[in-house]
């Protein structure tokens, strides 16, 4: 039940956009974003609720598409805070909270 | 308020000893989750407390049990250690443990096993 991130690994340069996503098998009841850099906890970036709504936090949105049970993050111009390791984590039934293996984002001046 | 805290940080164990982790939640918050992460394995989900009441479960083997106090602080502790039980040990906090709340993390528990 674990949910599938892609890509595993991206290097950005400045600036650049990426977009990470995460998918599951299992119906989904909302989606979260974190982020944990090296020797850190993971801190919270987002919740989307199903709705299909789409959610931003300075250059960093998401959107949440509950039918096909996916998820995306869009980093726009990302800078040199933005890297570290991306992980979506799902939640269906009972609360469950499963996290995907992660998606590293390094970026680059 | 004070953030979520976990002790100890570092701890080093031989096989088949076993160990206990404290997971103190932010003030307020009744729901305390555990997670192990390793490398590749990403953050695994082990149980979930509510109100000292274990609501929900990962697919962890019974080695690895917990609990939760009145206070809603949380323990973990892990029998008959093996290595690959080596992993940073993370608990999280939520206000009632839904999943429309943002859950706080801990710095984690680093456990190596020899």
């Known amino acids: 039940q674990q949910p599938v991130q892609s890509p595993q690994a991206v290097i950005l340069r400045e600036g650049e956009d990426a977009v990470i996503n995460c998918s599951s098998s299992?119906?989904?009841?909302?989606v979260h974003w974190y982020r944990q850099k090296h020797g850190e906890a993971p801190v919270f970036l987002m919740i989307?609720?199903?709705?299909?709504e789409q959610k931003g936090h300075d250059k960093i949105s998401a959107s949440f598409n509950e039918k096909k049970q996916q998820s995306s993050l869009y980093l726009t111009a990302s800078q040199l805070s933005y890297s570290g390791t991306y992980f979506c984590?799902?939640?269906?039934?009972?609360?469950?909270?499963?996290f995907g293996t992660g998606t590293s984002l390094t970026v680059i001046p | 308020k004070a953030g979520v805290t976990q002790t100890p940080r570092y701890l080093i164990k031989t096989r088949g000893q076993q160990v206990t982790l404290s997971c103190s939640p932010i003030?307020?918050?009744?729901?305390v989750s555990w997670y192990q992460q390793t490398p590749g394995q990403g953050l695994q989900f082990l149980f979930e407390?509510?109100?000292?009441?274990?609501?929900n479960k990962g697919n962890f083997p019974g080695r690895f049990s917990g609990r939760q106090f009145s206070n809603s602080r949380s323990e973990m502790n892990v029998s008959t250690l093996e290595l690959g039980d080596s992993a940073l040990y993370l608990c999280?906090?939520?206000?009632?443990?839904?999943?429309?709340?943002?859950?706080?993390f801990g710095p984690g528990t680093r456990l190596l096993v020899l």
């Open positions: 999280a906090s939520s206000l009632g443990g839904t999943d429309q709340e943002t859950q706080y």
């Open positions: 299992k119906a989904l009841y909302s």
């Open positions: 989307l609720l199903k709705g299909g």
């Open positions: 984590g799902t939640a269906n039934t009972g609360n469950q909270f499963y």
């Open positions: 003030s307020g918050h009744r729901s």
């Open positions: 407390y509510f109100s000292e009441t274990q609501r």
